[in-house]
């Protein structure tokens, strides 16, 4: 089995249905969560000249999972039903 970190990049109210929604998600993707991860808060930008707050119009990341697959197409099976908004990103953990 392959790792993948999940990077959601969404923002969603947090009422009853979404919520809802992602325990159902998550219960159903179960073992497959190496780590389940959780929700980010403020998100800064550092480089050499120095450091920024990152807004809404940057893109951050809204929060995180590592989960298990056999590959890409399996990985992408467990987002069928995902309620996220916007988008999810898949990065493939190699080896070093």
Known sequence: MRKYLVLYHDVWEPIPEVQDAWQAWFARVGDRFVDSGTPFGDAHEITRGGTRALTR??????????ISAENLEDAEGLFVDCPYGSSVRLYESKAM
């Open 57 to 66: 119009a940057d893109a951050p990341a809204t929060g995180y999972s590592i």
